[in-house]
């Protein structure tokens, strides 16, 4: 199994207060990427890094933050929580190196969280 | 941008025969990969089969199989002798190379019947 650990696994929050959730890799992988997971939508892209303190935005990114200081851990924080960012939310890690690659995306085991 | 459709939101199969998922998708990029991943009750995510672009032949792992159909932008997944392990939510995704971001189908949820 690849190296990639989220925590917290599991998280009740009250609105309006932050929350930060931790990617870490021991893959040494170049990209990372934070999604949403909701029933009818499938996976949807918050914020994806392709290298330290380098991000970008995905299709879901207004209300998160990311940080990326160390090529191994992902950071995604919620400014202020809110109800409608209830979801499971997993961490993917990628070489991304070209079309020549055997290339994969590898999954954390994802975070539940509750805004309450 | 980047589209991936999955029209079947459930499908059931009985245990040993053989089911299929439809996917369609949408990109104007030429170096791309097409996966279907696994999500269990467990809710780990996992590759079952990968198909690159380039590639003109089907890609199979073992009961697994797809029919890729590039010009018409058609990547289905056929399961033989479906066992009750195989039940779980499955995701047809898109990676496109020089966007390097993954886009995921809603998922079709597949149920096995004893």
């Known amino acids: 199994d690849a190296g990639i650990t989220q925590s917290p696994r599991h998280k009740v929050t009250e609105t309006g207060t932050p929350v930060t959730l931790r990617c870490h890799q021991t893959?040494?992988?170049?990209?990372m990427y934070w999604y949403r997971q909701d029933p009818g939508h499938g996976l949807r892209l918050i914020h994806y890094?392709?290298?330290?303190?380098?991000?970008d935005k995905g299709e879901v990114s207004d209300g998160y933050s990311v940080s990326r200081s160390k090529t191994e851990d992902f950071l995604l924080t919620l400014e202020s929580a809110t109800s409608s960012q209830t979801s499971v939310y997993f961490c993917?890690?990628?070489?991304?190196?070209?079309?020549?690659?055997?290339?994969?995306?590898?999954f954390g085991q994802g975070t539940r969280l509750t805004v309450v | 941008a980047q589209t991936v459709t999955q029209s079947q939101p459930e499908m059931s199969v009985q245990e040993a025969e053989t089911v299929t998922l439809s996917c369609t998708y949408d990109?104007?990029?030429?170096?791309?990969?097409l996966f279907w991943y696994k999500q269990p009750p467990s809710r780990q995510m996992i590759l079952v089969i990968r198909?690159?672009?380039?590639?003109?032949q089907n890609a199979t792992e073992n009961r697994f199989s797809v029919n890729f159909q590039k010009a018409a932008k058609s990547f289905s997944l056929k399961i033989s002798d479906s066992q009750l392990g195989d039940a779980a939510m499955y995701f047809c995704?898109?990676?496109?190379?020089?966007?390097?971001?993954?886009?995921f189908g809603t998922g079709t949820r597949l149920t096995i019947i004893p």
């Open positions: 993917a890690i990628s070489e991304g190196q070209g079309p020549s690659t055997n290339t994969e995306a590898f």
């Open positions: 893959e040494n992988h170049r990209y």
């Open positions: 990109t104007s990029e030429s170096d791309y990969y």
């Open positions: 198909q690159e672009a380039y590639k003109q």
């Open positions: 995704v898109l990676y496109v190379f020089g966007n390097e971001k993954l886009t």
């Open positions: 890094s392709y290298g330290v303190k380098d991000t």
